[in-house]
């Protein structure tokens, strides 16, 4: 059984925003029966301001399909169409609690859609075209998607742009192409380090700090005989207390400012750390 | 919340007098047999009283059973023994319905320089053996045909195919895997080579197997070292397990009749029961020959794993071929050898049944899955766009 987030299993079991918008403003529609999900979005949108005053959606696919689904449409809400456009598809993995790397597709079908409903909304082309070269053929996967794929999410395997796209999941005869592209990518430009999360709630946040000082903290301070422990989350306000032989150190300044750069880096920039007296 | 366990084609549980005919060997009487003291003898005794239960399932001769570790070793011992012992000749011949302890082991010998021949099957997951009429040549080193198919329960002709196959001499192995224990075998009847069988298919454990090798039929062992299995198979016999797998041989055996009526009624009240209750459900495999305890059935415009995850939250498993529970792509393999239309394929659960099924979880099955069809349906963009009138063979059926 695929080791699904609590919020995954919750937006699977009792998704929201389900169903079709009557005469929606937009539409955007993508996947197919034949490759197994298909995803569509129907969004009410207020001409004046450019406002989602409602998205909608219909998806046949799996567990993770329905609940990256919902989440888009939680995600872009209230959100203008350049605000909704800002919205990745890492995001949507990170409303979810992460999605297994497997079926990080799903979270991928759920931009494209969004992609596909603004621009029926503005009347621009849909992205893909016959012009456009597919380079797996069993789940239809074009060139350009690949490279718009692996660039957005830093993917530099062919298993990684498989559980993004599903190309090369098939019959596996394009795995040397995409090989080719990916190479072809990152010899012109180096993977960036993925970004931050962007846009957490409060719950997104607070979850994260504590992975990254499980993971990424008490395993080196412990490796001293030290300790450090969470005391209080405040907005961007960390409250910890240091514990074994940090407590009291001489140097526990440099191991709270080194705490808060770790966490600057990999949670959010205006993290502030404070020692509990 | 008690679970419902329909998904016995992927494991069974240990039979309660299994359990208890394993338990002195896992403790008290921890001997090995290959001992030369009354201590280890013991256990070589029991261990040769479980071949007799073993061989007595299939009507074979208990020297003729070889202990595994599971039904993928006892496939690859098969397969391999032919390449060893005919090492003249390169042609491998199973079908594309396979498990994959036969496909993925001739995918891997194709690699290897051997030509494969992947035998279709039809619509209804049959297979045709006049197409392994034309498929047989001079370098044909062994024919591997499931008795029949894990997902669909689809039983194949293989006593006719034995039979061809014994005329023109050549080697014939069977993955009764899914057979064994829910239909009679008789390889005395059979004129096959090899037969494989799977322990935790019939309430044995897990980790334990057996390969039927008729007597005079030459053979290389894949394991090789020590002299257990006469040679055959070496390494220090999984004891406890091998007994067990005696005892559910025995059960199995002795109550066949009784079971093969008992699933069978039970698994055509739920197929009928979804069939009547969830508009667009087909029946995938060929419903006039099946294994008594397997449906498979497609829920169309829907996605198995959608299903099965709903299914979950009343405690019921199940199984599906679609493509998003096994961490493949791909749809069930065996589904697509078969034709099922993508707006089927997607959708299909395997319920498959065993003696401790009751009525009352056929009863909540039918209670809850019209429930859940519904739902999905009205979350796929498809519910609105499906056809009238239903697919597969549901007129065919009632």
Known sequence: MWDYTDKVKEAFLRPKN??????????????????????????????????????????????????????LTELIRGKTLDEALAVTNQ???????GLPAQKMHCSVMGREALEAAIANYRGAPIRKTDAERVVCKCFDVTEEKIRRVAMDNHLTTVDEVTNFTKAGGGCGECKPEIENILAAIWSAQPPLKPLKPKGMTNLQKIALIQEVIERDIRPLLQADNGDVEIVDIDGNRVVVALRGICSGCSMS????????????????????????? | ????????????????????????????????????????????????????????????????????????????TALMSAVETLPAKKHLITTRVEHPAVLNLCHHLGRKGFRTTYLPV?????LDPAALDKALDDDTAIVSIMF?????????????IALRLHEQGVLFHTDAVQAAGKIPLDVKKTPLHMLTISGHKLHAPKGIGALFVRKGTRFHPYIIGGHQERSRRAGTEN???????????????????????????????????????????????????????????????????????????????????????SGSLE????????????????????????????????????????????????????????????????????
């Open chain 1, 18 to 71: 389900v169903g079709e918008i009557e005469n929606a403003d937009a539409v955007g529609e993508v996947g197919s029966i034949v490759c197994g999900d298909a995803l569509k979005l129907y969004l009410r949108i207020d001409k004046a301001t450019e406002k989602i005053l409602d998205a909608r959606f219909q998806t046949f696919g799996c567990a993770s399909a329905i609940a990256s689904s919902s989440a």
């Open chain 1, 91 to 97: 995001d949507i993995a990170d409303f979810l609690g």
């Open chain 1, 253 to 277: 300044e440099v191991t709270l400012k080194s705490i808060q750069d770790k966490l600057r880096e990999l949670v959010s920039d205006d993290i502030v750390i404070q020692e509990s007296r």
């Open chain 2, 1 to 76: 919340m008690s679970t419902i366990y329909l998904d016995n084609n992927a494991t069974t549980r240990t039979a309660p007098e299994v359990l208890d005919a394993m338990m002195p060997y896992l403790t008290e009487f921890y001997g090995n047999p290959s001992s030369m003291h009354t201590f280890g003898g013991q256990v070589h005794k029991k261990i040769e009283e479980a071949r007799e239960q073993v061989a007595a399932l299939i009507n074979a001769e208990p020297e003729e059973i070889v202990f595994t570790s599971c039904g993928t070793e006892s496939d690859n």
């Open chain 2, 122 to 126: 039809d619509m209804l997951g049959r």
């Open chain 2, 148 to 160: 029949a198919n894990n997902e669909t329960g689809v039983i194949f002709p293989v006593e006719e």
């Open chain 2, 239 to 325: 004891v406890a397990s091998i007994i067990g797998l005696g005892k559910a041989a025995e059960l199995a055996r002795t109550n066949l009749e009784e079971e093969i009526s008992y699933l069978g009624r039970l698994r055509d009240r739920l197929e009928r029961g979804l069939l009547n209750s969830c508009p667009h459900a087909r029946v995938n495999g060929d419903i006039a020959s099946r294994l008594p305890n397997t449906a498979n059935i497609s829920f169309e415009y829907i996605e198995g794993e959608a299903i099965l995850l709903r299914l979950n939250e009343f405690g019921i498993c199940a199984s599906s071929g679609s493509a998003c529970t």
């Open chain 2, 331 to 398: 749809p069930s393999h065996v589904l697509r050898a078969m034709g099922v239309p993508y707006t089927a394929v997607h959708g299909s659960i395997r319920f498959s049944l065993s003696r401790y099924n009751t009525d009352r979880d056929i009863d909540t099955v039918l209670e809850v899955m019209p429930g859940i069809v519904n739902e999905l349906r009205e979350l796929s963009p498809f519910g609105r766009s499906i056809p009238e009138g239903s697919g597969g063979q549901t007129k065919e059926y009632t």
